[in-house]
């Protein structure tokens, strides 16, 4: 896994998730296909193959630029602003 600057600027222990599935998609009435969380915040958004693309939007309406999947049995983190998969 690569390391990038915004990884040990995170919240430890990391934040709580604020729900349990991406509350965007549920006003508008989609489904996400799988979810993100973010590590700086905890907000729970839906990953780019879902059609709304909650979390990247979060990242550009906010900068918090790391997040972790937030589906069972994974546990990879991504930076958006590095584009890597990081540790």
């Keep these: ?8 600027a995170l919240p430890r222990p990391e ?9 965007e998609c549920l006003a508008v009435g ?3 296909v799988q979810l993100r969380k973010c590590l700086v915040c905890g907000h729970v958004g839906c990953c780019d193959s879902s059609p709304y ?4 939007h979060h990242f550009e ?4 630029p790391v997040m972790r999947s937030f589906e069972e049995g994974e546990d990879w983190r991504w930076c958006f ?7």
């Design 61 to 64: 309406q906010t900068g918090h």
């Design 81 to 87: 602003v590095d584009q890597l998969i990081v540790g």
């Design 1 to 8: 896994m690569n390391e990038c600057p915004h990884v040990p």
């Design 30 to 32: 989609s489904h996400p």
């Design 53 to 56: 693309q909650h979390s990247t």
């Design 15 to 23: 934040p709580e998730p604020r729900s349990d599935t991406c509350p």
